[in-house]
Every structure is written in C-alpha cells, then in structure tokens.
C-alpha cells in the first residue's frame, strides 16, 4: 500500500463553535482545534541553580526561555488504521499526533521514519518508496473494531515518563468533548498504565490495548493531539494532573504533607540492565537518608501511593529518568534537585519542572568516559557537594 503523509493541520477544519456532536457526524477527514485555536507561547523560568561541581561545562547558558506549542486539536479520521506507535492512515495518506506544522521537524520526523530500524521507524514497517514519493506499507495481518473509537497512542508508547507527559493529557479532550463513553485505543499492556488510566477516568473495559505489530481499523477514528511536545506542560494538563493528585490523597492513607522524597534508580540496577546508572548512588541514598529523607523507588508503589508521595512532598531529589516525571503531581513550589548527567533531555526536564510552578535545581554529574554507550552512560555523583546544595535550598 502506497501512503503519503498528510500534515494534521493541514486538514479541513470544523468550525471552533461547533458541538462536540460533530466529531460524531463528519463523514471526511478534518481536526477540530480547541479554542483559541493558535500557537500557544509559555515562557520557562530558569533553575534557581545549576551545580556543576565536577566542571562539565554541561547547561552552562540554561536561562530562561520561551517554549511554543502547536495548537491542540483533535483529528477525526473515517475508516482509518491505526499501525505502528502512533500512525493513523486513511485513504492513501498517514499522519500521526504531531501538528506537522513546522517543515524542518517534519523533514526529521518522515526521514526517521524511512529507517529500518524499529526505533526510528516506530514500528510502522513504512518503507520509502523506491520512486521516492511517499512510503510503502507491506501487508500485516491485522483487526477491525466496528464504530468509534479514541486513539490515545503516541510516541516511545512502553515508556512510563512518555505516558505521563504524551498520553494521560489527551485525556482533556476526552472529557471536554464529551467522549468518555467510547472505546479507547491505548498502549497499555503496562499494569502502572492501566491503573493511571483508571485513576483519570477511563475504566479497563473501555480500552483497547494496541499492539504496535497489529494494525487495527476504526469506522471512525478520533485522535486527540499531541498536547505538550516539548515537555512543557499547558494549563489543561496541569490541571487534570492537580485533580488526579487531590484524589490520590483522599484515598491513600499517608504522613500528610511534609515529605522529602529521594527518588532512587538502585533497584532497577538491582533487578536488570539499568541504563543512565549512577555508580555511587547507595552513597548518595544514604546520604540523603541522612538529611531526613525518604528513601523511594517509585515503579514498587502502586501507581495511586506514588502520587500521592509526590503530592505530599516539600522537597524531592533524584536522577533524571521516568520516576522524576511524577513530578508533575507536586503542589506548586515544591522544591526539586534533579540530578542530570547528559545534555539530550534537559530541554523537556526542566519544561516539565517550571511549567509544574515547582522551584527547581540542576545537580550535575560527571559521566564515565569509558561506557561505550552512545546516550544514557553510567555516571557519578560528588556526594558532598550534593549534601551541601541539599542542605542550603531545601533545609534552609
């Protein structure tokens, strides 16, 4: 099968007044932007520190800056295929939850996609054409589900850090579309995933777990966009996770407020390969542990107990990875000392933070030259220098 990307917002467009009962009437492929309808501004304050005692040079000009978010929107697609992590095609064109509204990232995005490997490819099985226009789509074998359904799906679709920032926000759409009775198409063969979604609203019997090696066909297909591209959380998002956070503390007994929190990556080196492994992180837990803190490792919480540690929490600490994404559950002015020690996710880390209102640092360690690993290299820690920042903004 030939396909040929379509750009979301290059689609027609229903009317921004128009009830939320059109998404069910179309009968052609158009989006619905959600009001205002236009780029969307937010500025980034800066860290309140960047430590850097072992003299990288990594973050040295992170100020403050101005993140800009597409429009959001919802795609409405008839008798569409959902394959891959995230592609949606319908009558000879593909797109996915991404604007594609800006023609370098598209460029990267389409040459990505004409990889053979899964990653890049994000399991697709697309080809680029031989003739060059367009990408090949061999056969799979694949399922139909008859109606309606939301897609909920998105990039790095196994990825607990992806699901909070990518997938749970879509959820605000559903709701203020009114589309929470319908079947819904997720990546969730994650039980953590599984429980979030039902935190937010969306019980199991409603979802459709996508497997990304089986294409599955939708009478009709309504696809929330990609709310926060760049990790920067907007006002909806917040909200919805502010909401999920006040449940959680009615519902999970717990200390109260108060709490310090370290965030600790020990038992994933304990239990398998641990990629971004900080070597001397027992001394720093131990460390902290010192400073009154608790010591946690999120993914052996229920999801529903981890947010509400977060939403209790004064102060957290950790390395950079998927359990610091539960940041995004901190009260407002929450302090945060994250430990980062690579320069590729810094943009989306302290999106994530400032956008959240939290009072946040960067702690900077120091990667082992000799780990041949391209990304994600083991790294240490200068654990007094740590205890020191710790004590000043936290304790002070």
Known sequence: MRLRYTAPLSLPRLLPASPASALHAVSHACILLEPPGTERPMLRHAPEFIDDPGGTGLFAGLGAQTYVSPPAFLTVLPAATLFGYRSLAWGGQ??????????????????????????PNE??????????????????????????????????????????????????????????????????????????????????AQIVQHDTHMPMTFDRVIAPSLRNPHGFLDPQTRALFQGMADDALRNVPGPGGGRRLYVSRLGQARHGPSTRRMVNEAEVAAAMTGLGFEVIEPETLPPEAQIAAFASAEAVVGPSGSGMFNAVFCRPGTKIVDIESEPFWIYAHAGLFASCGLRYGIFVGVMDPGDPAPVHRRFSVDVPALVARVEGFVMS
């Open 94 to 119: 593909f797109c996915n939850d991404e604007a594609g509204a800006d023609p370098a990232e598209t460029a990267r995005f389409l040459a990505a996609l004409a990889s053979r490997e899964p990653f």
């Open 123 to 204: 399991d697709t099985g697309l080809a680029a054409a031989p003739d060059g226009d367009g990408f090949e789509l061999p056969p799979r074998p694949g399922r139909h589900h008859p109606g309606t359904a939301v897609v909920l799906c998105s990039h790095e679709p196994s990825n607990y850090g992806s699901f909070i920032f990518r997938v749970l926000p879509k959820l605000h759409a559903v709701r203020a579309y009114g589309l929470g009775g319908l079947p819904v198409a997720v990546w969730g063969h994650n039980p953590a995933f599984m429980e979030l979604l039902r935190l937010a609203g969306v019980p199991a």
